[in-house]
């Protein structure tokens, strides 16, 4: 049932994506191959097809949280997810314009969520994964900037606050298969010439790692480590 609803309510949102991109202003000084948003968010089909992919990702996201207090701010996020992997994938950039209002919406909601729960604890915990993933990258964008951009780095403190606020398994699986997926996954597509090795789109694999540790994070931990997992 949740599963349903989670898929319906975010299908629907999905259908915006197009109109969320088309509203990202072009950055002062665009790289001469940096493809327009404005093109990316005119690709024909793209409406249905984002709805589609969020209407899926809404489907595994409620039938693995329930109906929770959760998708107060899990829903919403599903589209904005959508629309940042693509225009990294696009462009191999995450606009601030998208990733600076998500913020914005997003701690309140988190706020809301964990009141409504009758467990405030939450808010420490997703303080916590906030500062976890978002201090790693911040760490490994300070150590090697070349490596990684810093719309990276922002995306990864509204990641940990949505995982460190599900719980430990779903940070821990959530933070790491993101740069497992990366790593293999930019190799896969490097060798077979779909991305240049030292451009790959790392958005992608972030968002894709994400969604991992909220569906299969417990699952995972329970199967690594047992009884020591509860």
């Given at each position: ?7 319906v309510?975010c ?9 969320l ?11 001469e ?9 005119a690709?024909?089909?793209?409406a249905?097809?984002?709805a ?14 329930g ?36 913020y ?6 988190v ?11 939450l808010?420490?915990l ?55 997926l ?15 090795r ?15 540790g ?17």
């Amino acid at each position: 049932m949740s599963a349903v609803l989670v898929a319906v309510l975010c299908a629907a949102l999905g259908v915006l994506v197009p109109r969320l991109i088309a509203a990202v202003p072009e950055p002062d000084e665009p790289a001469e191959d940096k493809q327009p948003y404005a093109d990316i968010a005119a690709r024909p089909g793209l409406a249905w097809q984002s709805a589609l992919v969020c209407g899926v990702i809404g489907a595994l996201i409620g039938g693995a949280v329930g109906l929770d207090w959760a998708l107060l701010f899990l829903v919403p996020l599903v589209p904005v997810g959508v629309a940042l992997a693509l225009i990294d994938w696009r462009t191999r950039l995450l606009p601030t314009r998208i990733i600076a209002p998500t913020y914005l919406v997003l701690v309140p909601l988190v706020v809301i969520a964990a009141l409504a729960s009758g467990e405030p604890r939450l808010l420490l915990l997703a303080a916590i994964g906030w500062a976890v993933m978002g201090g790693l990258y911040l760490l490994l964008w300070l150590i090697h900037p070349a490596g990684m951009g810093y719309g990276d780095v922002r995306l990864s403190g509204i990641l940990g606050i949505v995982l460190g606020y599900l719980g430990w398994q779903q940070l821990a699986l959530g933070s790491w298969s993101g740069f497992l997926l990366g790593g293999i996954g930019g190799a896969l597509l490097a060798a077979f010439k779909v991305v240049d090795r030292r451009h790959n789109p790392f958005g992608p694999w972030m968002l894709i790692g994400a969604l991992a540790g909220i569906v299969v994070g417990p699952a995972f931990a329970v199967w690594m480590w047992g009884d020591l997992a509860a």
